[in-house]
């Protein structure tokens, strides 16, 4: 028998989650998956969004997470009818399963600077984040400088979804290690993905880990979704010949964590079209993430889905409960229990929020 902490999930998407039977798989990759999002957030409501996101916070709960992070799409500058519903749901989950809000954003909203300190001054008033989905968009230097400028004089952490493709084209990991410097947001700021860092200069790479590590920048990796999207068609054309995926997309996390980086491994999207599979089950994340990373689950990565990503959070460490709250796993070692797929029983010191 082992005992485990209870789970932080740091980086998923609750709004656009389980929508796959209405949007179905794409067939192509990234830039397809937003466009069936896209389509599909023409159908949200807030009951449709509370039912969906409802379902995922109870099979988190079920699997032993107690606390998460998700990003929610804000794509015009009023804010999403997701924003609302989640902060209702975290206030009923509260104690139970804690959430997070990030605004997942595109970079040109921040031309508007005015809007940007507002909507970062409101943000900031409910502990929430400010994040953007960094790629390799127009006038992005000048973009990501506004946002850390009114994250900075906010008070808020900024979390981005950065450099999540192929290539050495793709710069915002070097720019948001520039701007938390110039901003002093030493660490308040964590970088998800980093795809692009497994194709650049490893002598590059080892330089930005170095800094990254001394500037106390976190990064989350997304296996899951990573391998079903990176090196696909941007469109595949009905008869085009299947092609075998050969650029994954791993982030380079064990020269990361032998840098100092903090590094964390959360599920990311679950049954949309980002990624079709999947229940909130962070032990299934890790398990995954043993063979796309090719580390030892044994040593001490265990630490990557529990304290690393509440420290990221900003949130105590769930191994501090380990006494009243935690997994209890029926094998010998992480080993014996990955390999067999044991079923958990999970401890909890307060009771589910809606059994009262």
Known sequence: MIRLPLLVDAHVHLDKTFTIERTGRITGGLHASIERCVADAKLWSA??????????????????????????????????IAWAVLKEL??????????????????????????????????????????????????????????FQVAAEAGCRIDLHCDEGIGDHLLGF??????????????????????????????????????????????????TTNLYLQDRPFQQAANAP??????????????????????????????????????????????????ALQFDPASDWLDSISTIPAKLMGLPDPALLIATDFIELDAADIDDALSRRVPMRVVRSRPHPLSA
């Not at 970062?120 to 929430?128: P, V």
């Not at 720019?175 to 692009?196: D, I, K, P, T």
């Not at 995926?245 to 679950?270: F, K, T």
């Not at 999947?278 to 043993?290: K, M, P």
Request: charged share 25%; proline share 4%; with cysteine.
């Open 242 to 291: 299947v092609r075998t995926a050969r650029l994954r997309g791993i982030a380079p996390v064990h020269e990361a964590r032998a840098a100092g980086v903090s590094v964390a491994i959360a599920s990311d999207n679950c049954r949309d079209p980002f990624y079709p599979y999947g229940d909130y089950n962070l032990l299934a994340v890790f398990e995954a993430a043993a063979l």
């Open 47 to 80: 009951e449709d969004i509370q039912r969906r996101a409802s379902l995922a916070l109870e099979r988190a709960w079920s699997h032993g997470t107690c606390a998460m992070r998700t990003h929610v799409d804000w794509t015009t500058h009023k804010e999403p």
């Open 174 to 223: 070097d720019l948001a290690l520039n701007l938390v410097e110039r901003f002093e947001m030493q660490g308040r700021v964590v970088c998800s993905h980093v795809c692009a860092l497994s194709y650049r200069d490893e002598h590059l790479v080892t330089d930005l880990l170095n800094k990254a590590s001394e500037l106390d920048v976190g990064i989350i990796s997304l296996p």
């Open 90 to 147: 975290r206030d009923q989950w509260r104690g139970h399963v804690d959430l997070q809000l990030v605004s997942l954003q595109f970079p040109e909203l921040f031309d508007d600077v005015n809007w940007a300190q507002t909507m970062a001054r409101s943000i900031a008033q409910t502990g929430d984040v400010i994040g953007a989905f960094i790629h390799a968009q127009p006038e992005l230097e000048q973009r990501m400088f506004t946002l």
